[in-house]
């Protein structure tokens, strides 16, 4: 399948899943259940995949991607689950956008992988555009870095951003030391496995949300699994930052869900920002 294809149906899973996400809150406050459903879900049926694929040869860089990526990513986890429990979807999640810019920092470093100058303008342009959705024009053109100083989802937000600019090399770093989906099965249970051990603090606590919310949380972990299922093939292909880049696309769905779903304001003043957006992704997926 063509990676652009992979990209956009990351993007779009990406988006269902921090729609579906902002509703569970509604009925659970549990930001370690849902992080631990995130990667339980997955987990499994990536290792069935797995059976039926075989085992892949394991390259020597295997386990350090592993340790690296499960670590990083509990911590961006929780962090990314914090800033949509406590903030308005809409501010939040256009803050993540600034993963590929982290990433033309982090991946040459951490792969050598250096997008060409048309992919990077594309990458700016997705960025700036995801800034622009986030401009509230009563309080005026930097409100989205105010909002850092003044929201604790906001900060949140940032810091997974960060974070993830950094494991998503990590990602690609596994996928080419093994194969997609053993790199899916193997990410999943690892991080699952280190958050079900934070659990056992208050277990009693945890199980009791479980119980309740077992459905919706299966819902959850079954679209994050469909994202990282796409995206894993999709890094495999093509530099990781492209693939990140077009999957921000999803602030898009997500800021038009939170104007429809919970009413969240701003709409208006978010069509240059698409546009940009839009422009940004046509030099990545056109012109590069």
Not at 53 to 76: C, D, H, Q, R, T
Not at 167 to 177: L, Y
Request: charged share 10%; net charge positive; proline share 3%.
């Amino acid at each position: 399948m063509n990676w652009i294809i992979l990209s956009i149906l990351t993007a779009l899973f990406s988006a269902l899943k921090d729609i579906w996400s902002k509703f569970l809150f509604g009925s659970s406050d549990d930001v370690l259940v849902q992080a631990f459903f995130l990667s339980a879900i997955p987990a499994p049926i990536f290792g069935i995949m797995v059976c039926f694929n075989g085992m892949p040869p394991i390259g020597e860089n295997f386990i350090f991607a592993l340790v690296a990526g499960s670590m990083l990513n509990i911590v961006a986890v929780i962090s990314y689950l914090k800033a949509v429990k406590e903030s308005d979807i809409s501010l939040v999640v256009p803050l993540v956008a600034l993963s590929p810019i982290f990433m033309l920092m982090t991946s040459p470093l951490i792969l050598g992988e250096m997008p060409d100058k048309v992919g990077s303008i594309g990458i700016l342009l997705i960025v700036i555009g995801t800034y622009m959705l986030n401009i509230k024009r009563e309080k005026g053109f930097f409100y989205p870095f105010k909002a850092l100083w003044h929201d604790n989802g906001a900060r949140y937000m940032l810091l997974t951003a960060l974070i993830w600019s950094i494991s998503a090399n990590f990602d690609k770093m596994g996928v080419i030391n093994s194969s997609p989906i053993f790199w899916g099965f193997s990410i999943e249970l690892g991080i699952a496995t280190l958050i079900f051990i934070l659990m056992l603090y208050n277990i009693g606590e945890h199980k009791t949300e479980i119980i309740k919310n077992f459905g919706s949380l299966s819902i959850l972990g079954t679209l994050h699994g469909a994202m990282i299922f796409f995206q894993m093939f999709a890094v495999s292909v093509t530099l990781v930052a492209y693939v990140i880049a077009i999957k921000r696309i999803s602030v898009l769905i997500v800021v038009i869900a939170g104007y429809l779903f919970f009413r969240e304001k701003g709409i208006k003043e978010r069509i240059i920002g698409s546009i940009l957006m839009i422009m940004g992704f046509i030099l990545i997926t056109v012109f590069k």
